[in-house]
Each structure stands twice: as structure tokens, then as C-alpha cells.
């Protein structure tokens, strides 16, 4: 029997116990447990990390990956949807404190200006657009609990369970394909990592990222078609005298044309004239 | 170490309150400007205390400050409390946080204390390889801070304004990033000594071969800065006070603050990408190597062409009216876009190509690259007049179906 697995199949369990007690439901009683659970879980998670430098450095990266995971955990548990953003943020910022931990400047800024910087404002912008109070009945319970609690118990145990055993007995490919503190002088704390990043980036996986690319602008296009899709042409011409129908036609049609996302209304236009 | 941590923090020091004085000072100098060209006199009065010592008014700015801390600090019930708090922390923290990266002179010489050999550059991280997007990432941050306020504050004024900064500042983030993309190809550098660095070295500053550039930078630098014509977060005239129409006192003096404090960024930003920073020809040299007077004048240098684009951001301020809402979108998407395109295809084509065919030709790079940038400048400038995408026709239109009826029923007198 291995002694550490045992340990993270334990924490594993008392997450998603407590993750199922935490989960906004119509009626929560067990939070406080679900707190001392969650903390108790994460504890002994914490417990079996391995050491990766000086003891500050250890404790920088303690700290923050706390940070995250509490915040990705309050992010699914909090009942309004705006403050499930904010932690949603703070989440976000403490994955890039660990990436500049880890010695990833470029990354590190890249997930707050991209993901903290646009993704989720746009986020905040469509709550607000929404419900702005987060009144309503199905934006404040969370749906299936005990199946997504079960869903990230598995994958969180799978990934622990994957990295502790090669962490515990590296096999000689592992420790031939990891960077040697020299490759990491000469790459991620060079002179010019970004540039490094861009040549492999535009060098080596330059299929990868043009068909990355390529599939965002596929997107895009998608989504301007799904928007101008059944907006009706302006109506221009001023009815004939004495043809009522006609005019009141034209005149919803007006209306509704200036609206950019109302594609129902412009859809019965549409029908209507038809 | 010690001596690091402690150079560190006199730099520290020495960032925020510099930052603060001329934050407070702008202010004073937007006021007299304002008075200026409305030809009134503006705030003349204040000077020494107690005194009748008047100072042009110099005193106005502490008088200012020491109001707002002594304020009532009214916190409306139904706010929401946390976010409210928040709001102007994060917009305040992003402000200030920004100025880690950005230069204000270039280096002082050898100190002579031991432990601190070699040149002191003179910006609190130096050396940070992702200075640029460093700033980018801290000012997408700040948005926080608008909507955050906003919606805690719970109330239809401030909210619209939290939706208007929100849209606003995600659309001229792109402008705003394609505008220096050309400079950092140019410079082959995210940090900003090294983009000061090679337009000293060269002696060609930046707003010279890539004016088109330089005018999608400058227009999303304002819009980002939310300063009219763009301020339309916090437009008085139909919002009230915008987001922070619900706060008073020293949160308020913290949005108001930060709001200057995003000016002054991007007229660091304009400078130090498209007018050299601290080089100027013939004044302050362009190597590393500097001698004291060189250091103080490279600082002086910096700072007056800081201070000539805030009082050009002023001038703006009076000059144009505020854009509607639709014009400001079609502005980001349909004119700055393409604009901020067409200047990186050209860079990008100029570096691969112009420069080896420049070469082989034997005439004066800068010149040529000059000539090719502002070539470009007119010919898209042509094209966008000729395209016109950000007309919009919206003239009143025909009315619901009852006004046709009623106007045509109506007996004409």
C-alpha cells in the first residue's frame, strides 16, 4: 500500500463532500461543514506537494495556489452571479501569480489581460445586461450537485493521482525530457523569452497556431451571421395614401430594425410579411 | 540585498508622490485652462492659509484635498457594501500599479555605496522583459473598478455609466494594443528602456516613420483615459456623475484621482513610444553611459514632453464635443481597427523586406521609412473619407403606424 495515494484519495473524497455541501442548493444547511471539510481536504493536498525551492518561494506558491482554489470554489458556490465573477477574477489572478512563480512573465500577463482583462468583463457586461440583481430562481441554485461535485472529484484525483506517482518514481524519460537549470537560464529566464516564445510559437507550431486562428475567425464570422441573420432591410418608401395595412407594416418593420439583438421580433416581422 | 530593497522603495516613494503632487497639480492646471478658454478667471484665490498671500492659487489643490478627506463619507443604504468598497480600491491600486514599469528618466551614474554598483535606472522594476503588456494587463484591471462601483452603487445612473465603460474600454483595448504592436516591432522589445533606447540610438523618434500608429494610439489612449470627447462613462450632462454618481468623499477623491492618474499613464505611454522618452537631438546624448547633468536634463527632458501631451489632452478636452454612443463604437471597430491593421502589414512589411531593399539601394533608411509611413497615413486616410463607415444616417425615421394614420387623418387648416 502507498502511503501518499491514500492520503490524496482521502482529500480527494473530503473536497467533493464538502464541494456537494457547498454547492448552492434550494435549501443549505451544511456550509460550515463543508468549509471544515474543504479546508481539512486541502490541507492534506497541500501536505503532499513537493517541495519546488527555498522555503519562500514555497510559501509564495502555497499562498496563491490557496488563493485560487478557494476562489474557484467560491466562484461556483456563490449564489450572486456578479460576485461569482469577481472570485472568478481573483481566481484568474492567482493563476498568474503562479505562472510568474514558475517563471512565466509572458503567460502571467497574457491570462489577465486576455481572461481578466476581456473575457471576463464581457462576462460582468452580459450579467449586468441580464439580471442585474441575480434575483432569479435559476441563476441563484446550482444544478445536478452531487454529479458535478462527483465530476470534479474524479478529475481532481486523476490529475493529483498522475503527478504524484511520476513525482514519486521518475522514469528515465521524465527526467531526460525535463528542462535542466541551464535551458531554463538560456530559455525562460534569458535575455528574450518572449522572443524565444515567438519564434516557437511562429517557427515550430505554426500549423497550430494558424488553425487556431483560423477557427477563431470562423467563429467570429459565425456569430456576425447569427446577429445580422433576418434583420430586415430598412423600409424606405412612405406607404400609398389610403392603405392602412401597408403602413403599419412598414412601421413595425422601422421599428424593429433599430434594434440590433432582437432577432424574435425582426423574425416575426419577417413571418408576418411573408 | 538591503540596499536594493531600500533603492527600491525611495523609488517607491519618490513614484507615488510625484504621481500624487501632479495629479493635484493637473488638476489645479486644468481648472485655470478651462477658465482660459472660457475666458473666466478661474480658482485664483487660495494661497497660504491664514495669510493673504494669494499664490495665483496655488494652495487651491491642498484646499481640494483636505475637503474631500473631511467630507461626510456617505454610504447609501442600498448599496452594495463590499463592492462598493472595492470599486474605487481596485481602480486606485490598477492606477498606481501601472507605474511600476514606466520609466521617468533613463539612469543616474554610480552612487558609490557599496553594494550598489552600476548605474540606477530609474523606474521602481527595471528590467521587467513584459513591461509593455505588464501596463496593459494593470489597465484592463482598472475596468474593474468602474463596473464594480457601478453596480454596487445600485442605482440607473451609475449603471448606465458601468455598461458604457465597460463596452467602451474592451473595444479600444484592440486599437489600442494594434497602435504599438508596430512599435514593438520596430524596437524588437516589450520593455520600455529598450524602445526609449533604440529611438535614442537611431535619433529617429517613432511618431516620424509610424504616424498612423501614433494616431490610433493616441485616440484609444484617450478613450481609455475616458477624457472627452470620450467620457462618455460619466457624461454629466446625462448621467448625472456616471459611476461614481453615488460616492462622495474620499472615494470619490480615489475615482477622481485614478481618472488623472490614467491620463498621466497614457501621456508616458504616447511619449515614451512615439517621442523617444527622454532623447531630444543634440541635448541628451543616447548611450548608456551618463554623467549627472546628462541624468537630470534626460528627466527633465521626459517630463516636459509629459507634461506638454497632458496639456495637450486639455486642449482636446475643449475642442471637441462628446461622441455619441453609436459614433464611439464605429470609431473602435470600423476606423481605428482596420487603421491600427493596415500600420502593422505595413511595418511588418517594411522590417522583412524595405530595410534589405533600402540597403541594396543605398539611400537613408529613416527617411524612407518616413516617406512610406506617411504615404500610408494619407492614402488610408483617403480610403476611410472615400468609405465613410462611421456615417450613420439617423435622421427620425417613420414613426409607429398610429402617427402615419393621425398625420394623414388630420384636415389640413
Known amino acids: 500500500m502507498n502511503h501518499p495515494q491514500w492520503i490524496l484519495v482521502a482529500a480527494t473524497l473530503l473536497g467533493a463532500v464538502a464541494m456537494w455541501l457547498l454547492l448552492p442548493r434550494v435549501r443549505d444547511r451544511g456550509w460550515p461543514l463543508g468549509i471544515v471539510l474543504g479546508a481539512i481536504g486541502l490541507g492534506l493536498l ?114 493529483s493521482m498522475t503527478t504524484i506517482s511520476v513525482l514519486t518514481n521518475p522514469s528515465d524519460q521524465l527526467a531526460a525530457a525535463a528542462a535542466t537549470d541551464q535551458q531554463r537560464a538560456e530559455g525562460v529566464l534569458g535575455e528574450y523569452p518572449i522572443a524565444g516564445l515567438g519564434s516557437a510559437l511562429f517557427g515550430t507550431h505554426l500549423i497550430a497556431v494558424e488553425v487556431a486562428g483560423a477557427l477563431l475567425l470562423a467563429a467570429l464570422v459565425g456569430a456576425a451571421a447569427i446577429v445580422a441573420h433576418g434583420r430586415v432591410k430598412p423600409p424606405p418608401e412612405i406607404p400609398e395614401k389610403g392603405d392602412p395595412a401597408a403602413a403599419r407594416q412598414t412601421g413595425q418593420e422601422a421599428a424593429g430594425d433599430g434594434e440590433p439583438a432582437s432577432p424574435t421580433r425582426t423574425h416575426a416581422a419577417a413571418e408576418h410579411r411573408r | ?26 488638476v489645479l492646471l486644468e481648472r485655470r485652462m478651462a477658465a482660459w478658454i472660457q475666458d473666466r478667471r478661474g480658482p485664483n484665490r487660495v494661497g497660504i492659509p ?59 551614474p554610480d552612487l558609490g555605496i557599496e553594494g550598489l554598483r552600476g548605474p540606477i535606472h530609474l523606474l521602481v522594476a527595471p528590467g521587467v522583459d513584459v513591461g509593455l503588456l505588464y501596463v496593459f494587463a494593470v489597465n484592463s484591471l482598472a475596468v474593474y473598478g468602474l463596473i464594480l462601483g457601478s453596480w454596487a452603487s445600485n442605482d440607473k445612473y451609475s449603471f448606465f455609466g458601468g455598461i458604457r465603460s465597460g463596452a467602451q474600454l474592451i473595444s479600444y483595448e484592440i486599437p489600442l494594443g494594434l497602435g504599438i504592436l508596430g512599435v514593438v516591432f520596430v524596437a524588437g522589445s516589450l520593455q520600455l528602456e529598450t524602445i526609449i533606447g533604440q529611438q535614442a540610438r537611431t535619433g529617429v523618434w517613432n511618431v516620424f516613420v509610424q504616424p498612423l500608429g501614433f494616431v490610433v494610439f493616441l485616440v484609444a489612449a484617450f478613450a481609455e483615459a475616458a477624457r472627452l470627447p470620450f467620457d462618455l462613462p460619466e457624461a454629466e450632462q446625462e448621467l448625472v456623475g456616471g459611476y461614481h454618481t453615488e460616492y462622495s468623499g474620499i472615494k470619490l477623491m480615489m475615482y477622481l484621482v485614478a481618472e488623472f492618474l490614467h491620463m498621466i499613464t497614457a501621456s508616458f505611454l504616447i511619449v515614451i513610444l512615439f ?31 509629459v507634461t506638454l501631451v497632458v496639456l495637450f489632452f486639455m486642449l482636446a478636452r475643449w475642442s471637441w464635443p462628446r461622441f455619441r454612443f453609436d459614433q ?69 425615421r417613420l414613426g409607429p403606424p398610429y402617427a402615419q394614420e393621425e398625420f394623414e387623418e388630420r384636415p389640413t387648416p
Request: net charge neutral.
Open chain 1, 46 to 159: 497541500a501536505s503532499q506537494m513537493p517541495r519546488i525551492g527555498h522555503w519562500t518561494t514555497d510559501s509564495v506558491f502555497l499562498v496563491l495556489a490557496a488563493v485560487t482554489v478557494v476562489a474557484a470554489v467560491a466562484t461556483v458556490t456563490f449564489r450572486n452571479p456578479v460576485y461569482s465573477a469577481i472570485w472568478f477574477g481573483l481566481s484568474l489572478l492567482g493563476t498568474a501569480g503562479l505562472f510568474l512563480v514558475q517563471g512565466a512573465a509572458f503567460l502571467a500577463v497574457a491570462t489577465v489581460i486576455v481572461y481578466a482583462g476581456a473575457i471576463l468583463v464581457t462576462f460582468l457586461f452580459l450579467l449586468m445586461l441580464a439580471d442585474p440583481q441575480g434575483r432569479a430562481y435559476y441563476d441563484r441554485i446550482g444544478w445536478e450537485t452531487s454529479l458535478s461535485a462527483f465530476a470534479g472529484a474524479v478529475i481532481v484525483g486523476i490529475l
Open chain 2, 1 to 26: 540585498m538591503a540596499e536594493t530593497i531600500i533603492i527600491a522603495l525611495v523609488k517607491i516613494a519618490l513614484v507615488i508622490g510625484g504621481l500624487m503632487t501632479a495629479a493635484a497639480y493637473f
Open chain 2, 50 to 108: 491664514l495669510t493673504r498671500i494669494r499664490l495665483f492659487g496655488l494652495g487651491q489643490p491642498i484646499a481640494d484635498g483636505v475637503k474631500f478627506i473631511f467630507k461626510e463619507e456617505f454610504t447609501p443604504a442600498h448599496v452594495d457594501k463590499l463592492l462598493y468598497f472595492l470599486g474605487p480600491v481596485v481602480i486606485f491600486v490598477a492606477a498606481i500599479a501601472a507605474f511600476a514599469v514606466i520609466p521617468f528618466g533613463s539612469t543616474l
Open chain 2, 275 to 305: 517621442f523617444g522618452g527622454w532623447h531630444l537631438w543634440g541635448l541628451t546624448g543616447a548611450g548608456d553611459e551618463v554623467t549627472w547633468p546628462i541624468a537630470v536634463l534626460r528627466v527633465a527632458v521626459l517630463l516636459a514632453k
Open chain 2, 328 to 396: 464611439l463604437m464605429d470609431m473602435a471597430w470600423k476606423v481605428m481597427v482596420p487603421m491600427g491593421l493596415v500600420n502593422l502589414f505595413v511595418v511588418a512589411v517594411w522590417i522583412e523586406y524595405g530595410t534589405r531593399l533600402v540597403e541594396a539601394l543605398g539611400l537613408h533608411g529613416g527617411i524612407v521609412m518616413a516617406a512610406v509611413g506617411w504615404a500610408v497615413l494619407v492614402a488610408t486616410w483617403l480610403a476611410l473619407t472615400w468609405a465613410a463607415p462611421a456615417v450613420a444616417d439617423n435622421r427620425p
